[in-house]
């Protein structure tokens, strides 16, 4: 053997032996010294049963270890209490633990360990100084039992029966900061009985948690309030919520916690419970940004129970049987910032018995979501007050689906795009709100754009109720195409544009406080419209009508067979218009009563020209048809004995442009054409016409009648007048006025044979014999030929009174010029001057009849000359008129 072969042997000889009475030496300093060094030089106290190190590899096994921090009231490092069975460290970095007091190591096995930790205070972040972490590569706990209190002494974190492997762990002050008291690479647990409080209000509880081959089980998860309700309120004035959270049962796989973000995968949530109590209060915007991130592979909820409370302890919201499948869930400091702060890849959402209570109770039976459609079934809708500002409804809707072509949000404002959406069987009352405030224009808000291309609605019967007029829709199907919405180009709120719709009830009814209204059937369309068996019928008597106006007003009774118009308009965009082609009304009934028994309504009348201006929107009706209609109107007066009658039968009436001046390009005159039967006795017609577009409101009518029996005017003129005619046919008569709202002139032609007339007295029953002798003489009982027409001037019109007023004053004129004279006032003051004498000689008879009276008291004649001055006086009273009786 060479000789540096045999120095080299026995110097390393003397190496291992030199190490071997190192590490037996070091063994025995740690077994008799390492206590009082550590005591020493950290800020701890152990002691232990046994201790093996192996100073070549760092190994460090240890058995029935006890540890306390020497100085519990120190926060500023980690403080400990509690022991352990079994300690077994590897490649322990001895180093770092005497020189830089640092405890690091790549595994650490805890058997039995029943710690007390206290953490730290948090890091300075002005000095980032980190204080002693313990840093482990890998970490095993074998069925443990460990405490985690906040420097605060309140606990933080408990758990037994603890089983754990962790890979990577670092559990430092910074991550207690971050609400993540832990992270690490990959994991596997097994315990009970785990406690966590992340802060003042709420406690976090779990019966068991257990890990198999990667997949979690938690058992009886429960978020508990720490604080009532009321102290809640109290100590948290701008908290708006208050959670209370249970779990039986959930399970996932694939977790990882990585400083601030959480992630994990096949999460199932079983039968949750959430319980929400809500303040009131308005949430604050904040301008701070989350560092919180969620990342949720796929996460499905089974059977959960939601309830959301009002402040006063009422019901605002609940529902049982949700499920929720969502599909790579994200919450990030980029979603955050978003109006709806999640992201999803997809998710599907059904529900059963969702209860909502506002002002509206809302119930649904079942709810169904996807991203591109939705369904809800057996929705019921009833009053939660009375006598709301806001539109309620009390009835049901049957089902409701929808398909989405697209949902987002571009510049947190709504980009929707809906393909179509289905609502069937609508039945039940909506219920106008009562806001006196003057509506709104409505504003942008969060809208971006919203367009609807179909929506329908089928089978439904809706009943709309404001100020207790209701309006009935039965049997109503309707579909609207191309609903567009957006905010206007001044942003002062948003525009609405319909491309097409198409409705269609029957049986349409509405109250008002004197009518119902009803339709047979109603079809309408963009470019149609038919109304079949219109009707307005008064609810009430003509006798209560009286009773309930204070002014003068006309009680309409109407009926309609068929109502037809062709053309286009649109009344839901903000550029509304009626451009009508034709409309067409057949067989229509009207009755229109008017008493002069209440007080004249002093408002001012505007002609029909200035009626027709004030419409708002561009309005054209190129042809207008009436047909085979009737037409009565009645007239009452405090002295007639029964109403007045003008009778219009076989009316046909056709109006051309029948417009209000704001459509360009399109006519303003109206020309009016009737043609009817008069008192069914004679044939009328009628030229009227003005132009809309005049200010001045000149309008213009003519108009002839002939072979008119002069009693078939009887039924007008006698409750009236009190005058009857008795003979006499009215063979032709013309008229053609000219007028403006001041009044009217023109010309009056009246042809007439044999006409007599005869004074009534106020009962319309006795003829006044005297004074119909006295008429009759200054009537022109025939015309002979054709007479020249009569000039019609200076009849002022009441502003206060309607057109028509205007129009008969013209015709009395004219008949009083063509019957009595040109000297209309002349002859009328010779009639008054001849009731005056009638008066007189009545007067005179009375004087007389009272001194025969007195003389035949005063002196008696004997019996046979008291029956001769009888009997004379008897037939000069006898032969009286009854004129002279009166």
């Given at each position: ?28 300093w ?5 206590p ?23 190994n ?7 540890v ?54 948090p890091?300075?972040?002005?000095t ?21 209190f ?42 009970q ?7 003042e ?5 779990i019966d ?14 429960k ?26 049962r ?24 959430l ?23 796929n ?11 009002k ?87 049957r ?33 106008g ?35 207790k ?8 199907n ?73 002014v ?81 109107y ?43 039967s ?9 030229n009227?016409?003005?132009?809309v ?25 006698r ?55 006295v ?15 009569v ?9 206060t ?86």
């Amino acid at each position: 053997m060479k000789r540096w072969i045999k120095k080299l042997l026995i110097s390393l000889g003397i190496l291992a032996g030199i190490l071997l009475a190192a590490n037996f030496g070091l063994n025995l300093w740690l077994k008799t010294q390492l206590p009082d060094y550590i005591k020493k030089n950290t800020e701890y106290k152990v002691s232990y049963k046994t201790l093996d190190v192996d100073l070549s590899t760092g190994n460090i096994l240890a058995t029935a270890i006890s540890v306390n921090s020497k100085n519990p009231q120190n926060t500023n490092v980690i403080g400990l209490q509690g022991t352990i069975d079994t300690l077994k460290i590897s490649r322990f970095g001895i180093y770092d633990a005497i020189l830089n007091k640092k405890i690091s190591s790549t595994d650490l096995l805890l058997a039995k360990p029943n710690l007390n930790v206290v953490l730290a205070k948090p890091v300075e972040q002005k000095t980032g100084k980190k204080r002693n972490p313990f840093l482990f590569e890998n970490i095993r706990i074998n069925d443990g039992t460990i405490a985690i209190f906040k420097p605060t002494k309140q606990k933080f974190l408990s758990v037994q029966h603890l089983n754990l492997f962790v890979e990577n762990l670092q559990m430092t002050e910074e991550s207690v900061e971050r609400k993540l008291p832990v992270v690490f690479d990959r994991y596997s647990i097994k315990g009970q009985k785990f406690f966590l409080r992340p802060g003042e209000v709420y406690a976090i509880t779990i019966d068991s948690i257990n890990t198999t081959d990667g997949q979690m089980s938690i058992k009886d998860f429960k978020l508990i309030p720490l604080l009532s309700f009321d102290q809640f309120k109290k100590f948290y004035p701008g908290k708006t919520n208050l959670f209370e959270f249970t779990i039986p049962r959930m399970d996932f796989k694939d977790i990882a916690l990585n400083k601030n973000k959480v992630s994990l995968a096949n999460a199932d949530f079983q039968n949750p419970v959430l319980t929400v109590y809500n303040t009131g209060v308005k949430a604050k915007k904040t301008e701070k940004k989350s560092n919180f991130e969620v990342d949720l592979e796929n996460i499905k909820l089974t059977n959960a129970v939601v309830k959301v409370n009002k402040p006063d302890g009422n019901n605002l919201l609940s529902a049982g049987n949700l499920n929720l499948k969502i599909n790579q869930l994200k919450f990030s400091k980029e979603t955050s910032e978003k109006v709806i702060p999640l992201g999803y890849k997809d998710f599907t959402f059904s529900g059963k018995d969702i209860v909502y209570s506002d002002h509206q109770n809302i119930k649904i039976e079942s709810v169904a979501l996807k991203p591109t459609s939705g369904e809800i079934r057996n929705v019921t809708l009833t009053p939660a007050v009375s006598g709301s500002e806001r539109a309620i409804m009390d009835g049901t809707i049957r089902h409701i689906a929808f398909n989405i072509n697209k949902l987002e949000f571009i510049d947190r404002k709504l980009a929707l795009d809906l393909k179509d959406a289905l609502v069937e069987n609508v039945n039940g009352t909506i219920r106008g709100g009562h806001n006196p405030a003057k509506p709104k224009s409505p504003h942008p808000g969060i809208i971006h754009s919203v367009i609807l291309r179909k929506v329908s609605l089928k089978n439904s019967n809706i009943i709309y109720d404001k100020g207790k007029q209701p309006l009935a829709f039965n049997d109503l199907n309707a579909t609207v195409n191309g609903i567009e919405i957006a905010p206007k180009p001044n942003n002062q709120g948003l525009s609405l544009n319909v491309k097409d719709y198409f409705l269609t009830t029957r049986n349409l009814a509405y109250k008002t406080q004197f009518y119902h209204i009803s339709l047979g059937l109603l079809k309408l369309n963009k470019n149609k419209i038919q109304v079949n068996n219109f009707a307005m019928k008064p609810l009430i008597s003509r006798a209560q009508f009286i009773k309930m106006i204070p002014v003068e007003r006309d009680l309409y009774d109407l009926k309609a067979g068929q109502v037809d118009a062709e053309g286009s308009w649109d009344l839901f965009s903000h550029q509304k218009f009626i451009n009508a082609s034709h409309v067409t009304i057949q067989s229509a009934d009207a009755n229109i009563f008017r008493s002069k028994i209440p007080k004249d309504d002093p408002k001012v009348k505007a002609l029909y020209s200035k009626m027709l201006r004030s419409i708002k929107i561009p309005m054209n009706i190129a042809n207008l048809d009436l047909k085979n209609s009737a037409l009565v109107y009645e007239e009452d007066t405090p002295e007639s004995m029964g109403p007045g009658k003008l009778i219009f039968s076989h009316f046909n009436m056709n109006v051309k442009n029948l417009n209000s001046a704001k459509a360009k390009g399109k006519p303003t005159k109206v020309d009016i054409k009737i043609n009817c039967s008069f008192m069914n006795l004679a044939p009328l017609s009628v030229n009227w016409n003005f132009d809309v577009a005049d200010q001045n409101d000149a309008f213009t009518i003519s108009g002839r009648t002939a072979n008119l029996p002069a009693s078939g005017i009887n039924p007008f003129i006698r409750p009236y007048l009190h005058v009857t005619a008795t003979a006499g046919v009215i063979q032709e008569m013309l008229f053609s006025f000219k007028g403006n709202p001041a009044g009217l002139h023109g010309t009056f032609n009246l042809k007439h044979k044999d006409l007599k007339i005869a004074v009534l007295n106020k009962n319309n029953h006795e003829k006044k014999g005297f004074l119909t002798a006295v008429a009759n003489v200054f009537l022109k009982s025939d015309s002979g030929s054709f007479p020249e027409a009569v000039t019609v001037e200076n009849v002022e019109r009441d502003p206060t009174k309607s057109f028509f007023n205007l129009f008969w004053k013209g015709i009395e004129l004219g008949l009083k010029k063509t019957l009595i004279g040109k000297n209309v006032e002349k002859t009328e003051k010779t009639v008054k001057n001849a009731v005056s004498s009638v008066k007189e000689v009545k007067q005179s008879v009375k004087e007389i009849k009272k001194k025969i009276k007195d003389s035949k008291d005063k002196q008696p004649d004997p019996k046979p000359q008291s029956e001769k001055k009888k009997g004379f006086l008897h037939n000069v009273f006898k032969k009286k008129d009854s004129s002279a009786t009166e």
